[in-house]
C-alpha cells in the first residue's frame, strides 16, 4: 500500500500566492483543450523532428527500452524520465527521435517548467500548458500546484519527464538535485517506472551565449540507462516522508552521474563521415 504524504491540515493552504495566479490548466481537460493540445504538440514535435533527423547527427544507446517504456508500458503504470538540462531546447529536441504516436496517441510527456522564463504573458500560457508544460515556481518548494498536477497525471498512468538539477546547467556544475522528483516517486499510487539517461551535444545545437540561433551537422548523443528499482527503498523508508524524499532525489543523482561518464566516452568516440545520421543502439 502507498502512503500519502500531505503537508498541513488543508490541501489549498500550502500553495504559494504566486501559485494561485493566472492558472494555465482547466478543471477538466475538455475536446477544445485537447484538440488546440493536439495543434501545439503536433507542430512542435514536428520541427524537433526536422531538425533532429534532417540536419544533425543523433546517436541513441539503448533506444529501445525508451521506446518501449513509452509506448508499451502496462496500461495505468507512471512512468518518470529524469535528465541532465544543458539547453533551452533538451525538451522537445531529444523527443524527436521518436514516432508521432506520442502526440496522436495522447503519450506526450508532461514536465514542469520555470514559470518566470515560461507562462509570462496570455500567449506563453496558452501554448505551454498546451504542450504540457507545468508552471512551478523557484524557492516554493515540492508541495506546490505544478508538482500536484503532475501526481495527478502521473496517477492515471501518464509520463512526468524531469530535470533535477532545476535549471539549465550551463556551466557543467554538480548541482545539489530538487527533491520535488522524490515526492513524485514517493507519492505515487503505483511505483512509477524511472528511467534515466544522459544526453551530450545539444549544447552544442543550441548554445547558452549569443548568438541564440541553432546549429546544423552538430553531433548528439543520448545514452539511456536501466529503469531503476525503488521498491525497497520505498518500503524501508515509508514512514518517513522527508527522508524517503532524500534518499530517492540521491539515487537519481549518483545513477545520472555513472551515465554522464558512459554517455561522454560514447559521443566522444563517436567519429561518422555522414554530414547527417540517426542510428540507435
Known amino acids: 500500500r502507498r ?6 491540515e488543508n ?3 500550502r500553495y504559494m500566492p504566486s501559485d494561485l495566479r493566472d492558472w494555465p490548466f482547466p478543471d477538466n481537460f475538455g475536446r477544445r483543450w485537447r484538440a488546440g493540445s493536439l495543434v501545439v504538440q503536433g507542430s512542435v514535435l514536428l520541427l524537433a523532428k526536422a531538425v533532429m533527423r534532417l540536419s544533425q547527427r543523433v546517436q541513441f ?3 529501445d527500452l525508451m521506446k518501449s517504456a513509452i509506448f508499451n508500458r502496462p496500461t495505468g503504470t507512471p512512468l518518470i524520465t529524469v535528465s541532465n538540462h544543458v ?3 533538451d525538451d522537445p529536441g531529444v523527443w524527436g527521435a521518436f514516432s508521432f504516436k506520442m502526440v496522436t496517441e495522447g503519450r506526450m510527456r508532461w514536465i514542469p517548467g520555470a ?3 515560461t507562462f509570462i504573458n496570455k500567449f506563453a500560457n496558452f501554448i505551454f500548458s498546451r504542450g504540457q508544460v507545468v508552471p ?4 516554493e518548494g515540492v508541495y506546490q ?4 498536477l503532475c501526481l495527478d497525471q502521473l496517477n492515471k498512468g501518464g509520463w512526468v519527464h524531469i530535470y533535477p538539477e532545476g535549471k539549465i546547467n550551463c556551466r557543467g556544475e554538480t548541482l545539489r ?3 520535488g522528483v522524490g515526492r513524485l516517486i514517493a507519492e505515487t499510487k503505483t511505483l512509477p517506472i524511472v528511467i534515466p539517461f544522459w544526453h551530450v551535444g545539444m549544447e552544442d545545437i543550441l548554445p547558452n551565449t549569443k548568438p541564440y540561433y541553432p546549429r546544423f551537422l552538430k553531433k548528439l548523443t543520448v545514452f539511456v540507462g536501466e529503469p531503476i528499482d525503488f521498491s525497497a527503498m520505498v518500503k524501508q523508508y515509508a514512514p518517513t516522508a522527508v527522508e524517503l524524499r532524500k534518499n530517492l532525489t540521491d539515487t537519481i543523482q549518483h545513477t545520472l552521474g555513472e551515465l554522464k561518464a558512459s554517455a561522454h566516452a560514447l559521443h566522444d568516440s563517436w567519429h561518422t563521415t555522414f554530414p547527417v545520421q540517426f542510428r540507435t543502439l
Open 3 to 8: 502512503i500519502k504524504f500531505t503537508p498541513g
Open 11 to 13: 490541501s489549498e493552504r
Open 61 to 63: 544507446k539503448n533506444y
Open 87 to 89: 539547453s533551452f531546447v
Open 115 to 117: 514559470k518566470e522564463y
Open 136 to 139: 512551478v515556481v523557484r524557492g
Open 145 to 148: 500546484r505544478g508538482m500536484d
Open 177 to 179: 538535485y530538487k527533491w
